[in-house]
């Protein structure tokens, strides 16, 4: 089972300051296979990069992906107050999915 | 638009098994797409169970494996998820999610989730 570990685990930043969230696997993920979503509270993850670095449908270009073998990135330009939230990396491989354990993003 | 509701007891006793629905409206069931039970324990992050291809073949975690069964019902448009043997650590709010496909091997499409509690 491919391990997906996330960091940092909480992120404090302001609105318009760049992020960048990491994920790293314990071994190789195809770049096809590596996700990821935001999480509000009392919501359900929402879909924002797949493949790496295509944007899903309705996410703003603020957002996107990069990385590849066991390293990847989310980056989020310039935040915005509704962009504070959970984010999870989940990557698909040998019939099984397996996600982060999230990176927290914060109002500082 | 796709949209997916979970639906079953949000409350099931220790030992027992715990039985969701997950009806899709705005899509068929029977299109080129995986549909999935992602679980996820209060406070804590997000774990895959297992999915399901309109054909009735299915994949499950290693993990629940034993416990996990995952059917479709295609006349109803509506997939289900038991799982058996519960213990408190079952406790969770359990998600259906729509595999994107095109070979996406990411969720698109999720329901808004169910509480499902393990308690006596």
């Known amino acids: 089972e491919i391990v997906l570990t996330q960091s940092p685990g909480t992120l404090s930043l302001s609105p318009g300051e760049r992020a960048t969230l990491s994920c790293r696997a314990s071994?190789?993920?195809?770049?096809?296979?590596l996700a990821w979503y935001q999480q509000k509270p009392g919501q359900a993850p929402r879909l924002l990069i797949y493949?790496?670095?295509s944007r899903a449908t309705g996410i703003p270009d603020r957002f996107s992906g990069s990385g590849s073998g066991t390293d990847f990135t989310l980056t989020i330009s310039r935040l915005e107050p509704e962009d504070f939230a959970v984010y999870y990396c989940?990557?698909?491989?040998?019939?099984?999915?397996?996600f982060g354990q999230g990176t927290k993003l914060e109002i500082k | 638009q796709v949209q997916l509701q979970e639906s079953g007891p949000g409350l099931v006793k220790p030992s027992g098994t715990l039985s969701l629905t997950c009806a899709v409206s705005?899509?068929?069931?029977?299109?080129?797409?995986?549909w999935s039970w992602v679980r996820q324990p209060p406070g804590k992050g997000l774990e895959w169970i297992g999915e399901i291809y309109h054909s009735a073949t299915t994949n499950y975690n290693p993990s629940l494996k034993s416990r996990v069964t995952i059917s479709v019902d295609k006349s109803k448009n509506q997939f289900s998820l038991k799982l058996s043997s519960v213990t408190a650590a079952d406790t969770a709010v359990y998600y259906c999610?729509?595999?994107?496909?095109?070979?996406?091997?990411?969720?698109?499409?999720w329901g808004q989730g169910t509480l499902v509690t393990v308690s006596s």
């Open positions: 705005g899509g068929s069931i029977s299109s080129s797409n995986w």
């Open positions: 989940q990557q698909y491989g040998s019939s099984l999915y397996t």
């Open positions: 071994q190789s993920v195809s770049s096809n296979y």
């Open positions: 493949g790496t670095s």
């Open positions: 999610a729509r595999e994107g496909g095109g070979n996406s091997a990411s969720f698109d499409y």
